[in-house]
């Protein structure tokens, strides 16, 4: 039987990934797994309590350890979180995981989109248009290197964008 690949979304903080997968499984009749979910439900706490009790390297290697119990499953749509392009390992098992989408958008929508957030430990540690941008200097390389295709998500709506990743990936 041939293998149906899975779907991978990669990219920034409020880039749409949660939204985008949901909504593509669903049009694509298709199981969803969203990373930092399932990390949340496997440890019973949420992001900000597993920073502040295990400190970013224990958020990481769940991380790590979901994206490899993810990308295992065949045929599903994963959204992953923003730096699971960070470790090297990461990087390759996504890329051999399945189809790489990164979403991508500009700092100047991150900050509309994360204006009222709390549940992002990241940007709770300074100016966070700077840490946006550092963050974005950092990352965009990665998840270019990362992905097999790039799709805005900063000027249209989610599902322009999934109509949009649907006609790429049938092509
Ligand atoms: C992070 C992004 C978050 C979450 C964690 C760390 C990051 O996911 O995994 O707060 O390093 O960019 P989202 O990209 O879904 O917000």
Redesign the pocket.
Known sequence: MQEVPNLILI?????G??TIGRLLAAEMSRNFHD??HEIQARCGAD?PWI?DVEGEQG?RDR?SSMIEELVARQGVVI?T????V?RDENRRLIREGGTVIYLFTTVEQQLKRTARDR????LQRGDREQLLRD?FALRDPLYRATADMVVRTDRRGPRAVVNDIIRRVQR
């Open positions: 990219g920034p903080m409020g880039a990934k949660s990373s930092d992001i920073f958020f991380e959204a979180g923003g730096g699971a960070l549940n992002r430990p990241l963050m």
